[in-house]
T-cell receptor, first 115, second 115 residues
């Protein structure tokens, strides 16, 4: 079946512009995660959605970052007034509902470059 | 709180040699532990995971890891490296209800395999 997809695969923008990144999770996966991966760094948690519960936004680095999810499907990560330090790969992952220990399935990522 | 430490940002081995990638964790409750692999320009995929069953876990591509509670470790091994094993490897920890269900990732270890 289809895996997690993300679009665009690459995005180049100018400092100060807004960008939207999209994630399509695997069907039936109620949990969805966004991570940021800077060059040579590990994964930095940004936000977590689980079904209809309020999202866990504890990882968002500033109020320029926001995310939405429509039901248990598509999610959009928005970065407003982009800065050069926002340049990174943004990874989305989804997983089945559970009590922990579930495997995360990752998309290929969106490579964002802010000039 | 939970955390993961991966010792060595780069590990270099010869083809056919033993692979050993180190991971130590910190968790206030019994953890779930994961190893993920990331090939160039791709998302992460699960190699193996420990979820409180057998302490020696076998994964894909000949990799295995052993959960050692006394050492708070979950090192990844493979008896004989292939050129195709060259990739970035991430260790992650999450905890059952009562802890943090959002996995925390290590900074990653880049495995270099030379002929």
């Amino acid at each position: 079946g289809a895996g997690v997809s993300q679009s665009p695969s690459n995005k180049v923008t100018e400092k100060g512009k807004d960008v939207e990144l999209r994630c399509d999770p695997i069907s039936g996966h109620t949990a969805l995660y966004w991570y940021r991966q800077r060059l040579g760094q590990g994964l930095e948690f940004l936000i977590y959605f689980q079904g209809n519960s309020a999202p866990d936004k504890s990882g968002l680095p500033s109020d320029r970052f926001s995310a939405e999810r429509t039901g248990e499907s598509v999610s959009t990560l928005t970065i407003q007034r982009t800065q050069q330090e926002d340049s990174a790969v943004y990874l989305c992952a989804s997983s089945k509902p559970g009590q922990g220990g579930e495997t995360q399935y990752f998309g290929p990522g969106t490579r964002l470059l802010v000039l | 709180a939970q955390s993961v430490t991966q010792l060595g940002s780069h590990v270099s081995v010869s083809e056919g040699a033993l692979v050993l990638l180190r991971c130590n964790y910190s968790s206030s409750v019994p953890p779930y532990l994961f190893w993920y692999v990331q090939y160039p320009n791709q998302g992460l995929q699960l190699l193996l995971k420990y979820t409180s069953a057998a302490t020696l876990v076998k994964g894909i591509n000949g990799f295995e890891a052993e959960f050692k509670k006394s050492e708070t470790s979950f090192h990844l091994t493979k008896p004989s490296a292939h050129m195709s094993d060259a990739a970035e490897y991430f260790c992650a920890v999450s905890t059952p209800p009562g802890g943090s269900y959002i996995p925390t990732f290590g900074r990653g270890t880049s495995l270099i395999v030379h002929p």
